[in-house]
């Protein structure tokens, strides 16, 4: 089992979440909200850079927009993968929490 970094584990949870709205500006703000903490929009493209690498989502550009003055969003989503390694954090959760108030 590879563990995933609480980033890791947060973002690609955040993702999950957002369904097909999951792309930078809404991760960044969502997790902001649910943390409570700054997160500068490079230290969340930094982790989705990685997942991506890692093969745990997947990245895709839509159509350029008009509103944005032409740039295209980088969309993403979780794999297979992604999701099992989801499975195998929440199994390891609950057995490190086992047995503790």
Known sequence: MKLLSR?????????WKLGDNAYGVPVRERI???TGR???IGAVYDV?????RKGLIVAQESSPMAERGGKAKRYFTITTLGHEALEEVKTLHAALWSGLA
């Not at 989705?48 to 991506?52: C, E, H, I, N, Q």
């Open 7 to 15: 980033k890791e584990e947060m973002l690609l949870l955040t993702i």
């Open 38 to 40: 700054y997160w500068s």
């Open 32 to 34: 902001v909200e649910t």
């Open 48 to 52: 989705l850079d990685r997942l991506v």
